[in-house]
């Protein structure tokens, strides 16, 4: 590399920074890049770190306190720091590991982030996603670019330090429109004591250090093992646990003991004795039937007044606002937790069908749509590998299901019974929502029964497919610019007016959804489709990309799919309107003597008169 490309200036400590430890040349030890502009002080860090186990809900709990804040009027950034070395989660198995989840700006990241989204009403961004891949990545493309002259390259404190410079960059611009975060609540994967997470714990405990006292409160998020046989609470796990970070150099602020009943008093005085943690801040984190009551009891406990203490917040609190974020956020549990008006099942079809986690978003989705229209629903996982167009009605039997949604998904597994499923909801009138390959298996199933395009397929199972009605397109990509990759992130969809579509986003004429495909429906289908009667009623603004279908009213209650994935953008107070359509349609297709008005008005479209039987003129047959 010529000498000329070498420069130190992008990590060059900052001497301002640096003089507090009584050095302000690059020689010290204290080697620290410090992003321009930042103050010390300026921002505070909360830290959750888990022990004893993972998957104990560090994300949950980490997104409840940022809720508990944000309400308090303080600008909160989240960010998820995972140990794996993979560059982003853009190829992990959801089987193994739980849904990819989308950002906005076309991120793939872990589910956890959507925790965050929903919990906080807040779009992220890849600034709140790091990985240990990406931290190598930048180290290693620094030190052949000559960044690190004069000096050998290690874990502490480059690696570390290079921890420490993202968080504070999120601090300065990872709030509300790119402006500063009072509190960043970053959260670890993994548990401490792990190898692979170690240089994040090292360097959240130097940034603790040099950012000084009240910067930052560290909780401890522990697991309190009851053992059937003894029938008591037992501390020991979790001593030991607590005790490994202590080992670390860093003394928990807080503990959040994580159990499936209500932590007892004598478990909570061992912890508070072995860990040097007051009682008062060693807080039972017991199951609850919704994440979504958790913050409020957090408050209760008093949670959220010992961090604002334990950073020295309290001036900074908006108690007005507080109030009113509180009971909007109550009226929806209260909702949550009240008795439901109705109670309909809906299918889903989805491979290795019991692993939730691969459909949390869905699951969420469901969740807000069906508080908010106040219906029980049952989940039936249904595996389409068995079904075929024969038996396909014992699979789905109309009156025990209400609705269907056929998700994304990848391969060809599947493929044909879901085709098949599809087919027998269009012709019996089944509510449904096809969400990306869900949209795709709905184009070609419509091609195959309804065009006579019997060898409709898509090129990601068969690329010689003699109709490839769902195909991938290489001008498209080009204009996307995306190159081989997948279409990722959001995009503008254009609504047609008075659809079914553009009935549900309340008469919007453009919105924005996530996407994350590589096929989509062949421009040169388009047309025979749409003499067909299939209704492309969401488009890409200036490209040929077909973002929405449906089927009319007059043929179909409630027959609707996206390329994108509506489930990624549904919020508690904003539930997703697809979704919220399909359970309407399900509790009218349950309770079909039940006034649309005891339903719901704003979510059930009166369909429009039939004139007779002349415009119905594609084949609404069914055909099996
Ligand atoms: N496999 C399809 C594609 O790549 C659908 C992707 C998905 O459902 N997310 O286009």
């Not at 010290?28 to 959750?48: A, L």
């Not at 997703?576 to 399900?586: D, H, N, R, T, V």
């Amino acid at each position: 590399m010529p000498p000329s490309n070498r420069s130190s200036s992008d990590v060059k400590a900052d001497p301002g920074f640096l003089a507090q430890f009584g050095r302000s040349d690059e020689t010290t030890e204290f080697y620290s890049p410090i992003p321009d502009g930042y103050q010390r002080g300026r921002h505070r860090y909360v830290v959750v770190v888990g022990t004893v186990m993972s998957g104990l809900g560090k994300g949950i709990f980490s997104s409840s306190v940022a809720k508990l804040l944000k309400d308090k009027g303080l600008s909160v950034a989240p960010i998820k720091m995972e140990g794996y070395l993979n560059i982003d989660s853009g190829t992990l198995n959801p089987y193994r590991h739980g849904e990819v989840f989308v950002l906005d700006d076309g991120t793939e990241c872990d589910m956890d982030l959507g925790t965050y989204e929903r919990m906080l009403d807040q779009n992220l961004s890849r600034a709140n996603f790091v990985t240990s891949g990406q931290i190598y990545t930048e180290i290693l493309e620094r030190e052949r670019r000559g960044g690190y002259l004069g000096r050998d390259v290690q874990m502490i404190p480059h690696v570390t330090g290079e921890v420490k410079r993202r968080i504070r960059k999120l601090a300065m611009t990872g709030g509300p429109d790119g402006g500063p975060a009072d509190v960043v609540f970053i959260e670890v994967g993994g548990t401490v004591g792990d190898h692979e997470n170690a240089f994040y714990i090292e360097a959240l405990r130097e940034l603790a250090f040099e950012d000084g006292p009240e910067s930052t409160c560290f909780v401890a998020l522990t697991y309190v093992l009851e053992p059937q046989i003894l029938g008591e609470q037992k501390s020991k796990a979790a001593q030991l646990g607590i005790k490994r970070v202590m080992e670390a150099g860093i003394q928990p602020d807080i503990l959040a003991c994580r159990a499936h009943n209500p932590v007892t008093e004598t478990v909570r005085q061992k912890l508070a004795m072995f860990s040097n943690v007051p009682m008062h801040r060693v807080f039972s984190m017991h199951d609850r039937e919704s994440i979504y009551t958790i913050p409020e009891a957090m408050r209760g406990e008093g949670l959220d007044r010992e961090i604002l203490s334990i950073l020295n917040l309290h001036s900074r609190v908006h108690p007005a606002a507080e109030d009113r974020a509180r009971r909007r956020w109550a009226e929806f549990t209260s909702r949550l937790t009240a008795p439901r008006a109705h109670t309909i099942t809906i299918g889903i079809t989805g491979k290795y069908a019991a692993l939730r986690d691969a459909y949390a978003s869905i699951d969420k989705a469901i969740e807000h749509a069906s508080t908010h229209l106040s219906a029980n629903v049952e989940i039936r996982w249904i595996d389409t590998s068995e079904i075929t167009a024969a038996n396909v009605a014992t699979h789905l039997p109309v009156d025990e299901i209400h609705g269907i949604i056929v998700p994304g998904g990848f391969g060809e597994r599947g493929i044909e019974g879901k085709i098949a499923c599809i087919q027998h909801v269009r012709n019996l009138g089944l509510p449904y929502l096809g969400l990306c390959l869900g949209f795709q298996m709905a184009v070609i199933e419509y091609a195959r029964h309804v065009l006579h395009l019997e060898r409709a397929n898509t090129t990601e199972v068969d690329p010689h497919a003699t109709n490839p009605v769902i195909s991938e397109l290489p001008e498209q990509k080009k204009i996307e610019g995306l190159g081989g990759t997948m279409r990722l992130g959001a995009q503008d969809v254009d609504l047609t007016t008075d659809s079914l579509a553009s009935f549900l986003y309340d008469g919007a004429s453009t919105v924005r959804e996530r996407f994350r495909h590589r096929y989509e429906v062949d421009p040169n289908y388009i047309d025979a489709l749409t003499e067909g009667g299939l209704v492309f009623s969401g488009r890409h603004p200036q490209h040929p990309i077909m973002q929405i279908l449906e089927l009319p009213q007059t043929v179909h209650p409630y027959f609707i799919a996206a390329q994108f994935h509506p489930e990624l953008t549904s919020r508690p107070l904003r539930p997703q309107p697809m979704f919220m359509g399909l359970i309407a349609s399900a509790i009218a297709h349950a309770s079909p003597d039940l006034p649309r008005s005891a339903i719901s008005e704003r979510w059930l479209r009166v369909p429009p008169k039939k004139n007779g039987a002349e415009e119905n003129h594609h084949s609404f047959v069914p055909s099996a």
